[in-house]
C-alpha cells in the first residue's frame, strides 16, 4: 500500500512541478535541459518532504532556479525546519537553500 502511495505522490509532484516550472517565469534565456533540471530538483525535495514524518509537505512550497532551491510556508517546529532544510540541502545538484520557512503552531 506505501509504494502505492508513494507512487500516486511522485505522479501528483511529476504534474505540479512541471506546471509551476513552466509558471515560474525563468528567463528566456534559461536551456530546457535547465529548467527540466530544475523541475526535477523541485520534486525530488517535494517527494523527499512528503516521505518525512515530522514535516507538513502540504505546507511547503518549493521552487528551484538553477542550483538554487527557496522553501517558503509553515512548519511547526524548529526541529521540522532544520529537517526541511536539510533535505533540500542534501538534493543533488542544490548548491544553496533560501529558507522563507515560517515556524508557526499548525
Not at 501528483?12 to 512541471?18: F, H, R
Not at 530544475?38 to 517535494?46: F, G, P, R, W
Amino acid at each position: 500500500m506505501r509504494k502505492i502511495k508513494v507512487a500516486a505522490t511522485a505522479a501528483i509532484l511529476t504534474t505540479s512541478t512541471l506546471v509551476m516550472a513552466a509558471s515560474q517565469g525563468m528567463s528566456p534565456h534559461s536551456s530546457v535541459l535547465e529548467q527540466c533540471a530544475s523541475a526535477l530538483t523541485t520534486m525530488d525535495i517535494q517527494a523527499r518532504l512528503w516521505m518525512a514524518n515530522e514535516i507538513p509537505a502540504h505546507r511547503i512550497s518549493v521552487t528551484t532556479n538553477g542550483r538554487v532551491v527557496t522553501l517558503a510556508g509553515e512548519v511547526s517546529s524548529k526541529t521540522a525546519q532544520d529537517k526541511a532544510i536539510r533535505i533540500a540541502t542534501l538534493a543533488r545538484d542544490v548548491d544553496r537553500v533560501i529558507d522563507n520557512l515560517q515556524v508557526t503552531s499548525l
